[in-house]
Antibody, heavy 122, light 113 residues
Framework: QVQLQESGPGLVKPSETLSLTCTVSGGSINNYYWSWIRQPPGKGLEWIGY???????NYNPSLKSRVTISVDTSKNQLSLKLTSVTAADTAVYYC????????????????WGQGTLVTVSS | DIVMTQSPDSLAVSLGERATINCKSSRSLLYSSNNKNYLAWYQQKPGQPPKLLTY???TRESGVPDRFSGSGSGTDFTLTISSLQAEDVAVYYC?????????FGQGTKLGIK
């Protein structure tokens, strides 16, 4: 079955750029929406944005000015960049797949990667 | 953004008893053209990612035990665990996908009494 694995630095300095990669295995990245979702320690879930395999994107307005999501279909990977980070961006970052069937897609998420903790600190 | 509010924030239920978690949305999640409610439920155990339990408010994901059931329509939804098992201890989240951005409830922590 499809598995997702996030990777990237676990520590980022304030004002710098957070960069993460999600590698998809066991299936193709094509024809699905792929989201990034984050969870601050001990808190709830926040959707960051998604990318379709064609490259079209949609971002949460609360983060839109700082977020870029990209896809490399040849590597079956998607990436997240979040600029000008602060301590408030400290969170576990997940990648997850949206659901698509018969040409229609919806934003419930399954499966999810295991997540990667990113701490923003000097 | 659609605001999702869960109640209670936490609850404790005896093993074998029923657990009920509520979720209220700030606007209707019922799409009139297909009569579907755009709501999903997730279970998150410590140190793990969320796991999808139900979508379309009441459609159980493959492999999810039938003691989990989702119900409701419009703005009011419920996740029911008919007979609590020890492995059901977790935080449960509702999530709307009616409009962008998709948003989650704050979570309900379920424990054993």
């Amino acid at each position: 079955q499809v598995q997702l694995q996030e990777s990237g630095p676990g520590l980022v300095k304030p004002s710098e750029t957070l960069s993460l990669t999600c590698t998809v295995s066991g299936g193709s990245i094509n024809n699905y929406y792929w989201s990034w979702i984050r969870q601050p320690p001990g808190k709830g879930l926040e959707w960051i944005g998604y990318i379709y395999s064609s490259g079209s994107t949609n971002y949460n307005p609360s983060l839109k000015s700082r977020v870029t999501i990209s896809v490399d279909t040849s590597k079956n990977q998607l990436s997240l960049k979040l600029t000008s980070v602060t301590a408030a961006d400290t969170a576990v970052y997940y990648c997850a797949r949206g659901s698509c069937s018969s040409g229609s897609c919806w934003d419930w998420f399954d499966p999810w990667g295991q997540g990667t903790l990113v701490t923003v600190s000097s | 953004d659609i605001v999702m509010t869960q109640s209670p924030d936490s609850l404790a239920v005896s093993l074998g008893e029923r657990a009920t978690i509520n979720c209220k949305s700030s606007r209707s999640l019922l799409y009139s053209s297909n009569n579907k409610n755009y709501l999903a439920w997730y279970q998150q155990k410590p140190g793990q990612p969320p796991k999808l339990l139900t979508y379309w408010a009441s459609t159980r994901e493959s492999g999810v035990p039938d003691r989990f059931s989702g119900s409701g329509s419009g703005t009011d939804f419920t996740l029911t665990i008919s007979s609590l098992q020890a492995e059901d201890v977790a935080v449960y989240y509702c999530q709307q996908y009616y409009s962008s951005p998709p948003t989650f409830g704050q979570g309900t922590k379920l424990g054993i009494k």
